[in-house]
């Protein structure tokens, strides 16, 4: 059974950080994708940043210049650094891995960015 824990978030000032992780059960993360999204109330699920199995990120122009992907394949787990912090960085962030037609998600974790 996969399994998916994201962990991390929390409250925070805006300008502040966060790192928010994955961990990963069940699977072997090595030839996924794997990426971040995030939900805000009453909006729809949007993508943060994706890595792929070499390595290669992608960031969503939101995220560009503030948030680091990585991912550790020793640990089977994913990370996203987030660095200055607005309140519009607020939402539920949720961990998700994919690979053909296996497309597997966290149950997500609480980001509020508030002074």
């Known amino acids: 059974q996969v399994q998916l824990v994201e962990s991390g978030g929390g409250l925070v000032q805006p300008g502040g950080s966060l790192r928010l992780s994955c961990a990963a059960s069940g699977i072997i993360l090595r030839p996924y994708v794997m990426g971040w999204y995030r939900q805000a109330p009453g909006k729809q699920r949007d993508v943060v940043a994706t890595i792929t199995s070499d390595g290669s990120a992608y960031y969503s122009d939101s995220a560009k210049g503030r948030f680091t992907i990585s991912r550790d394949n020793t640990k089977n787990a994913m990370y996203l650094q987030m660095n200055s912090l607005k309140p519009e960085d607020t939402a539920v962030y949720y961990c998700?891995?994919?690979?053909?037609?296996?497309?597997?998600w966290g149950q997500g974790t609480q980001v509020t960015v508030s002074a």
């Open positions: 998700n891995v994919k690979r053909f037609t296996s497309n597997y």
